[in-house]
């Protein structure tokens, strides 16, 4: 039996596509994580899988005195997957990307074990930009990505079976809801988003004359709720929760953008812009240049109730997202892993 370990990790968009490829795997490879103490960890083990641990840096993009220790906590970092790689002697390192799966694919490189990473956002990271060369392929979510690279391969975005196999009366019956109004789905991501949870609070008796909510805020995100309003922290089952909804509001990370368009949910895009590279304005962009989405910037969200009824009435919108054909990238993503 094959043996793979995958990696990646600093956020859920990380980690939740890699277990979504383990669970396709998970009877046929022998299977496990290297990550940092993050959320992969917790992610991974409540998945069942071995987990290995390594105390990777990240990146800060603000001036911080940190980042002046990365060079030596990575240097340590790479001793630890080369030890646990030489230990465990896998076939193939499987890469999610992020900064938690640079020690591993640096050294699957070193001792000549096949690796692969995947690329979510429409350009790639620094991560991927320095694991390219160390891997077999670099594979995209964005078929204009993969241009990028030598060795790049377009699959598409890697998505659970479960997504597609909500049922919407089981799922309204669940949270309480009705058909009677439709149902706004808000995310922000695997922590919540702090803007997106203000302004649904801010707005939420205007927003309930039209709307049912259905809300996973994220930790700390807690609102005093009314009627038509239900409230989440966390929420697993997300086919359940996407088959009960009518339009979303959300951040734009890559993985949550390709699920709405992939299950045909007319969305309203938020991208998270403070504090980051741009790569949540850039998938959003992508598509809505496209005209299969339509965005909203947070400097925006006071006139959130106002976009929120002209999404709902796009009927241009739904059409073209109908005709949309963007699936799943896991089959893709399994052949080429078995060829390996």
Partial sequence: ?????????????????????????????KLAYMGTSGIEKSLVSEAGYPFFEVNCPKLVRSFTLENFKIPARLHTAEKEALEILKAEKP????????????PAVWAANRLGIPAMTHESDFTPGLATKLMAKKCRFVLTSFPETAKLFENGKHVGSP????????????ALKKYSLTDGK?????????????????????????LLRHWQILHL?????????????????FESDMGSAYAACDCVLCRAGSNTVFETLALKKPALFVPLEKGSRGDQLQNALYFEKRGLCRILRESELSSLP???TALQRDDTL???????????????????????
Avoid: W
């Fill in 1 to 29: 039996m094959k043996y793979i370990i995958f990696c990646g990790g600093g956020s859920a968009g990380h980690v939740v596509p890699n277990l979504a490829v383990m669970n396709e795997l998970k009877y046929s490879f």
């Fill in 91 to 102: 076939d193939l390192v499987f890469s999610k990307g992020g900064f938690a799966s640079y």
């Fill in 159 to 170: 998505m659970r079976k479960e997504l597609f196999r909500g049922d919407r009366q089981r």
């Fill in 182 to 206: 439709p149902v706004l789905l808000v995310l922000g991501g695997g922590s919540g988003s702090r803007a997106i949870n203000e302004a649904i609070a801010k707005n939420l008796s205007a």
């Fill in 217 to 233: 805020t994220g930790k700390n995100g807690q609102i005093e709720g009314q009627s038509g309003y239900v409230q989440r922290e």
């Fill in 306 to 308: 106002a976009a929120l």
């Fill in 318 to 340: 739904r059409f073209t997202l109908s005709a949309c054909e963007i699936e799943s990238g896991t089959p893709a993503i399994l052949e080429l892993i078995k060829a390996i």
